[in-house]
């Protein structure tokens, strides 16, 4: 099951890189899961607003 190996991915609080082990092979930080389930709904929401920012800039021409 895929959701099954998401539980498995690690992620560098530091490098914002992900890996599988619980430290860091790079800088040896304690890693963290990302992002639990439940916020999965917030990130659409927040990708959203971002999307409403790109249009903002895009209309002021700052994009
Ligand atoms: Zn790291």
Redesign the pocket.
């Known amino acids: 099951m895929i959701l099954k190996m998401a539980e498995h991915i690690l992620k560098?609080p530091?490098?914002h890189?992900y890996t599988m082990e619980k430290k860091?092979p790079?800088?040896g930080?304690d890693t963290l899961t990302p992002r639990p389930p439940k916020f999965s709904l917030n990130d659409k929401y927040s990708s959203l607003r971002r999307e409403v920012k790109k249009k903002e800039l895009i209309e002021k021409g700052l994009y």
Do not use: N, V
């Open positions: 560098c530091t490098e890189r860091c790079s800088c930080s």
